[in-house]
């Protein structure tokens, strides 16, 4: 059974809450990005980026799951959050 | 009685079986990097790793 909206937020809100980073406090944009993480789980069975395009290669799926590695990306460099703005600097 | 549940390091992917994600990851040493997971999410992403 795949976690509904409420799970996923619980998950995401333990993930972030000793890190340096938080989820985005824009919940409509929570909301939508959880949709698209939903709709991936659903369809694939991993919750994959929804705002990134897969190419079914190992090294860039793995890099897709989310909570990927978004503090290596320079979007996190340059505007602290994620690719998705799913999670975003304290 | 507690429930040991399926945790994924979001840096290198490690998953990690217990009552919470390692503090550190024995693999990649990041700090508070484990995300709490489903048992199918786990399968399938150590499916993704070839394991």
Same mark, same amino acid.
């Given at each position: ?6 799970? /996923? ?12 980073? #938080? !989820?985005?406090?824009?919940? =409509?944009?929570? &909301? ?5 993480? /939903? ?12 705002? #990134? !395009?897969?190419?079914?290669? =190992?090294?860039? &799926? ?12 320079d979007v996190w460099q340059k505007q602290q959050r994620c690719w998705c703005g799913l999670f975003v600097k304290r | 009685m507690p429930v040991k549940k399926f945790w994924r390091c979001n840096v290198c992917n490690d998953i990690h079986y217990g009552m919470a994600g390692p503090d ?28």
């Amino acid at each position: 059974m795949n976690m509904g909206k409420e799970e /996923m937020l619980d998950v995401f809100g333990t993930f972030t809450e000793k890190n340096d980073f #938080r !989820l985005n406090p824009d919940a =409509k944009h929570v &909301d939508m990005i959880l949709n698209g993480l /939903m709709a991936n789980e659903k369809k694939y069975g991993l919750k994959f980026c929804p705002c #990134r !395009l897969r190419d079914g290669t =190992k090294e860039t &799926d793995l890099g897709l799951l989310c909570p990927c590695n978004f503090k290596a990306q320079d979007v996190w460099q340059k505007q602290q959050r994620c690719w998705c703005g799913l999670f975003v600097k304290r | 009685m507690p429930v040991k549940k399926f945790w994924r390091c979001n840096v290198c992917n490690d998953i990690h079986y217990g009552m919470a994600g390692p503090d550190i990851c024995p693999t990649c040493q990041t700090k508070n990097a484990y995300a709490e997971i489903d048992r199918n999410e786990a399968v399938k992403a150590m499916q993704l790793q070839g394991i």
